[in-house]
């Protein structure tokens, strides 16, 4: 039977939590209930005193973790939505995130954060915001697109001794299917090279990757040969996978669904400028989604973040060039 990626976070997490005494899951309805996505279901069931529903604060929640992690404890905290973990903030990147430079005393908790829009959400309950927690020094950002990354990475980030953000993204939780959990054991920090080409690269991750592969396959039938590169973590950043690939294309163009202005897709442009500029064939490009908030109505939701269409036009004017 077929897992689904939201499948690989809870397994992962009853993984997790059977081989390790020091795990625990805390967040907001995330007992009985199961959670918003039922990415914790009958897990409270088996460890009742380590599936905790939490007050609604995200700061308490994240600082309570903070607390239980500085004595030895490894927490999981589930926030609702990735949008309200800007309510936790201060904890995540003041605390946990310098807590070891300051002390010596490492801080081992993950944060997961649904992330990313679907149909309807609106505003408050879609956004992208790893770019935000990559800035700051400490804090190790995943942004898994395939259901055995959501599991293994999931399983890595709760092992190391960092604070972690694990951005799962919501629109693949039921969509997106795999037979196994099997993977090809690439670690955190590592790219992988999704598809194969030599006539540019696009750079994505979570779920731009799949409109990314679309895309390629749009432009298969005109005769071109697009490579594209799955970053799945982007703090670390695997620059030199991006290289080697932007070696083989000479072109360039790295896609996210978070906002514009700055980022991920930035953060790759400026790199390859930087360190591989006389790799390039053209400008390189980034597309993002639009500088606007993000609208409640399906068809403008379509029209805001980046598509296999929009990828495609902009690839097309990257050829061109």
Known sequence: MPVTYIDAIRDAQY???????????????????????KA???????WPERVMDAPISEDAMVGMAIGAAIEGMRPVVEMQFADFSSVGFNQIVNNAATHYYRTGVPI?????????????SGPFHSQSIETIYSHYPGCIVLTPATVSDAYHMLLEGIALDDPVIFCEHKFLYRWLKSENYEGDGLPIGKARITRAGKHATVVAYSAMVHEAVRAAEMLESEGWEIEVVDLRSVKPLDTDTVIASVARTGRLLAVGEAFPWGGVTAEIVARVVKEAFHLLDAPPM????????IPYHPKLWAEHRPTPESISHALKQLLAY
């Open 15 to 37: 993984k997790a939590l059977e081989t390790d005494e020091r795990v625990f899951l805390y967040g907001q309805d995330i007992g009985k209930f199961g959670g918003a996505f």
């Open 108 to 120: 081992p908790i993950t944060v997961r954060m649904p992330s990313g829009g679907t149909p309807g």
């Open 40 to 46: 914790t279901k009958g897990l409270q069931e088996r």
């Open 286 to 293: 980034r597309l993002n989604a639009k500088d606007t908030p």
